[in-house]
């Protein structure tokens, strides 16, 4: 969604180049284990809660200057290593001189651009290459409504595509989902949801979301603003969330903050962010508590769930205890507790370094940052 102040501001943002980082090494992959744990092996791929990461590629770091636009402390890479297996991200489709390139762009790509989404899916595949007991999910939101095709192109040029799962049908939601075990069995550990696209015979891995998954709101400014209502797709925010289920809709919990800087701007909230991801259910805004509210009222517990600034609570924590597992059920991950990323492992992807913009350019830049 295209925040009001934009064109105001075009002329100044243009010239803020913003970089994109990609780092950390994988960490070991566990023959014993999918997705981190064991037990997780043998349940059916709605039975797991994934927790992911919002806006992953839009980074508040050294290659962004901290770029208070930013939903994220550490990259796609170093979310997986430390146990997400949900990554979402904003595609926009930018001319250039070879034709329309898929950018990561962050509302507009004057404001926050991650390079493109092929190199992009590409440290995903790298990732998945080193790691072959993991089943990732993508979440894409297609933000200028291109046709699947341009999206199966750049998974197949990526090398990603090999990965793909294909459903029996993409249109529809099913019940018949298979484990985990058996996805990586045959080698197709990667889910894909686009936000929104038609589907398409030749990219059968490439499922319309809202065929799939149903959201709660997502403008949330306020602990007490999370809920567990329907927001999209519509089709369902009148019939409700049981209506949903027994469709075999999968639920996606949004969970994530916004800090209110001006009328239409909005921030990622990182001054409550210990508040919102905690894994507890005391207080409200905990990650724990909306988890544990969405699934009493739903009957069922969210299968994915996304949230800013993964690291803190952490987060990944009110997933295991969604899925049952204790510390000793977890094998592989690693721990970021660092505030910010190093600026020393920022790397581009697809978009050379611009000038810095400065405090002021920030907040100007400042918008409203929904899918």
């Known amino acids: 969604m295209v925040f009001s102040l934009r064109k105001a501001f075009a002329a100044l943002l243009a010239s803020a180049a913003t970089v994109y980082a990609q780092s950390s090494s994988p ?15 043998n349940r059916k791929y709605n039975n797991i809660t994934y927790m992911g990461a919002h806006d992953s590629a839009f980074l508040r770091d050294a290659s962004t200057q901290n770029s208070i636009a930013g939903n994220q402390f550490f990259d796609a890479t170093v979310a997986l290593n430390s146990g997400l297996r949900l990554l979402q991200a904003q595609v926009h489709a930018v001319n250039g001189s070879s034709g329309t390139v898929l950018q990561l762009c962050h509302t507009t790509c004057s404001l926050l651009d991650a390079g493109t989404l092929e190199k992009w899916l590409s440290s995903i595949r790298t990732w998945m290459d080193n790691h072959p007991n993991d089943v990732v999910t993508v979440l894409l939101v297609n933000s200028d409504n291109q046709p699947a095709s341009a999206y199966g192109q750049v998974f197949e040029s990526s090398g990603i595509s090999k990965y793909g799962y294909k459903p029996s049908s993409s249109a529809s939601a099913t019940s018949n989902w298979p484990t985990l075990q058996s996805m990586i069995d045959a080698g197709t550990r990667l889910v894909t949801f686009v936000a929104s696209v038609t589907p398409d015979a030749n990219y059968p891995y490439l499922l319309p979301e ?57 921030i990622p909230d990182v001054s409550d962010i210990d508040t919102t991801n905690s894994p507890a259910a005391g207080s409200p805004g905990n990650l724990g508590l909306q988890a544990q509210t969405c699934r009493r009222e739903w009957g069922v517990k969210p299968v994915f769930v996304l949230v800013d600034f993964f690291n803190k609570g952490p987060a990944i924590d009110a997933a295991d205890s969604l899925n ?36 002021l350019v920030a907040f100007l830049a400042a918008a409203v940052f929904f899918f």
């Open 27 to 41: 960490s070991s992959s566990n023959t014993a284990a999918c997705n981190n744990s064991p037990l997780l092996c």
């Open 210 to 266: 809202f065929a799939h998954v149903f959201e709660t709101h997502y403008e949330v400014t306020s602990p007490s603003g999370f809920n567990c209502t329907v927001d999209r797709p519509s089709t369902f925010s009148a019939s409700g969330a049981a209506a949903a289920v027994s469709a075999n809709m999968m639920p996606l919990m949004n969970h994530f903050q916004y800090q209110v800087l001006a009328a239409d701007i909005l």
């Open 324 to 359: 049952g597992l204790s510390a000793s059920d977890i094998s592989g991950r690693s721990t970021s507790n660092s505030a910010t990323a190093s600026s020393s492992s920022a790397k581009s992807a697809g978009r050379a370094p611009g000038m810095e913009t400065g405090a």
